[in-house]
């Protein structure tokens, strides 16, 4: 409590609120926001969804989308209306199967009324019925809808969901997801999760996808288009669907020759961070004239460019890493980017080992060389990077070095330790910078905050030990290139963050 002034008339509006009775009183619109700092109006307060089931049209031809997503949440206050973020066009919203007002505001805000308030605890459905053309739609001066030759996707991050669902918009509301979508015949639609189906009548597939596990919206994906599908299960046995769009051009074999490895890459990385945590695998390339790639629950996307030069199993590992780490445990906020990203990279860097190509504790040692002490590099914090730094390189890199400074700290049994328990801790909830530090002490004994404060959060070079310093050199022409950034992730991000690494 802290104390305020009263302006004139406050008591006797106090004195009226104290005449109405106290559930009513507390009768409110849910939050346009969750509060996140970075993004104060991504997401929304006063409901938690636990189910999307999305059925929907496309036409590729027009980029025409029109669905019906239900919704199903259950109230956390007493409610008189709540926010969808979204940005089509809505032609009926029902709440518990009663028609309800609706309203567009801000940037990508669906204000929802219903015909009688909702008392926290009720178990909410939620009808809207839409229809739009996603490219024709910007939010804040950008999209995150990609238009293709023969369809679109919506890839992105932080945000994608707007362009083609209604949704809570933020890590912390996880969900799952049935997503059914109608394409004309000889067009293929693909989601995350598992293929339960794909029937054709009248001209039309539908093809209906199923991610049974909680899931964060941003990693949420469709793609429309025609594409090569491939299938196989890995030597765990978890099956791999994979799909590359047919004009793919020169960048095609090399796109198959490293994600038809994804079953390969994924049970490796199981040795280090414990059981694939899904019941689905796989990898997208349609043909978008990006250049990131994503982490997209179970089916991550791959922009033609990643494989421009060759093969890129390192983009694989980086994107399939995510999937414990970002997409099996997300962020309690975005400025927890590092339990994403720092660990992704690190991933890459035991690759290289695995390969022969460049040790993890060489690459640190030749990241850190690379960047004197006055490099603007050294001045963005991984561990609270601000939003126009969220997908700044030194998140990547910066953050990959301070998991090889943990490890040179607590040694190589507990450092392995902390990396394949902390996603079993966490499991398909959220975590923070400060949830990884406080386990990583308990698992090592060690106190640790010396040690993330001045590689998360300093805004300058950490020193190192004379000796370690003085043999840091420049290593093999392969290890060089396995640490290097390949190019800008987004097209929204770019203007705010030269030299962000591109997969996320």
Do not use: C
């Not at 047919?246 to 280090?272: C, F, H, Q, V």
């Not at 990006?290 to 093969?311: D, H, I, M």
């Not at 001045?379 to 953050?399: I, M, S, T």
């Amino acid at each position: 409590m802290h104390p305020r002034l009263i302006a004139p008339g406050a008591l006797a509006a106090a004195s009226v609120l104290l005449a109405i009775p106290a559930s009513a009183a507390s009768v409110g619109p849910g939050a346009p926001g969750v509060g996140d700092p970075y993004y104060p109006a991504y997401g929304n307060g006063g409901y938690d969804v636990s189910h999307y089931d999305l059925r929907l049209k496309y036409r590729p031809a027009t980029d025409e989308l029109e669905g019906t997503a239900t919704i199903l949440a259950r109230t956390t206050q007493d409610l008189s209306r709540f926010d969808l973020d979204f940005l089509l066009d809505v032609d009926e919203v029902r709440i518990n199967g009663v028609k309800a007002a609706f309203a567009s505001s801000g940037e990508h805000e669906l204000e929802i009324t219903p015909k009688t308030p909702l008392a926290k605890g009720t178990a909410v459905t939620v009808v809207v019925r839409y229809h739009g053309v996603p490219s024709s739609k910007q939010a804040y001066g950008f999209t995150s809808w990609h238009r293709t030759p023969d369809g679109g996707v919506g890839a992105n991050e932080p945000e994608a969901a707007w362009w083609w669902f209604p949704s809570n918009d933020h890590p912390s509301d996880k969900a799952t997801y049935d997503v059914s979508v109608q394409v004309p015949d000889g067009t293929q639609a693909i989601s995350n999760g598992t293929l339960q189906s794909a029937v054709s009548r009248l001209g039309w597939t539908r093809w209906s996808w199923r991610s049974d596990k909680p899931q964060a919206t941003y990693l949420a994906t469709l793609a429309v288009g025609r594409f090569d599908l491939t299938t196989g299960t890995t030597e765990s046995g978890i099956p791999v669907v994979n799909a590359y769009s047919k004009d793919l051009g020169a960048n095609a074999g090399a796109a198959r020759a490293s994600i038809e490895r994804t079953g390969e890459i994924a049970d490796w990385l199981s040795e280090y961070f414990g059981p694939y945590p899904f019941n689905a695998l796989g990898g997208y390339v349609p043909n978008t004239n990006t250049g990131y790639a994503l982490e997209t629950q179970t089916r991550p996307f791959y922009s033609p460019r990643q494989f421009a030069n060759g093969s890129n199993t390192s983009v694989v590992v980086h994107e399939l890493a995510h999937q414990w780490y970002g997409d099996l445990v997300s962020v309690a906020g975005w400025k927890d980017i590092w339990i994403n990203e720092g660990f992704a990279r690190y991933a890459q860097w035991l690759w290289s080992e695995h390969e022969g190509e460049g040790t993890a504790k060489e690459l640190a040692d030749y990241v850190y060389a690379s960047h004197p002490a006055d490099d603007p590099f050294w001045k963005v914090a991984p561990g609270d990077p601000g939003p126009e730094n969220q997908f700044h390189l030194a998140v990547y890199d910066r953050g990959a070095l301070a998991l090889q400074a943990l490890r040179d700290e607590i040694g190589d049994d507990s450092f392995f330790a902390v990396l394949k328990g902390w996603p079993q801790r966490y499991a398909h909830g959220n975590a923070s910078v400060e949830d990884f530090r406080r386990y990583a002490e308990e698992v090592s004994g060690a106190e640790l905050g010396a040690l993330f404060d001045t590689w998360l959060l300093q805004p300058s070079k950490p020193t190192v030990a004379a000796a370690r310093a003085a043999s840091l050199t420049v290593p093999s022409a392969a290890t060089a290139a396995s640490a290097a950034p390949v190019e800008p992730r987004s097209w929204r991000k770019i203007a705010a963050t030269n030299g962000v690494h591109d997969t996320h």
